[in-house]
């Protein structure tokens, strides 16, 4: 069985950071590439970065391009996403997916984590 947590969302100010992490189990990331999403009320669910199985080879959707970096514990089997400088248009739910492909759309992505909530406004 496959699994993703998601966990470190929470409330933060504008300019302020967060740390999400989410922990895979079922799959290993030496094979599988892990992606972040999120979904704002009212809006489509969009990437947000990705990191890839084979060369760890990362992609950002460019409104967090700068400000937000992924990583990855292959012995943990665990993806961080370090989210600085945020914005209130950050503001939303935010899931990590595991798929074969690396790319940054919903559609590549097999698993998927039930999400966690981060808001950022003053």
């Known amino acids: 069985q496959v699994t993703l947590v998601e966990s470190g969302g929470g409330s933060v100010q504008p300019g302020g950071s967060l740390k999400l992490s989410c922990a895979v189990s079922?799959?290993?990331?030496?094979?599988?590439?892990v992606g972040w999403f999120r979904q704002a009320p009212g809006k489509e669910r969009e990437g947000v970065s990705c990191?890839?199985?084979?060369?760890?080879?990362?992609d950002y959707a460019n409104s967090v391009k700068g400000r937000f970096y992924i990583s990855r514990d292959n012995a943990k089997n665990t993806v961080y996403l370090q989210m600085n400088s945020l914005k209130p248009e950050d503001t939303a739910v935010y899931y990590c997916?595991?798929?074969?492909?690396?790319?940054?759309?919903?559609?590549?992505?097999?698993?998927w984590g039930q999400g966690t909530q981060v808001t950022v406004s003053s």
């Open positions: 079922g799959v290993s990331l030496d094979y599988y590439a």
């Open positions: 990191i890839n199985s084979n060369t760890g080879t990362t």
């Open positions: 997916a595991a798929g074969v492909l690396g790319l940054l759309h919903p559609q590549w992505y097999d698993y």
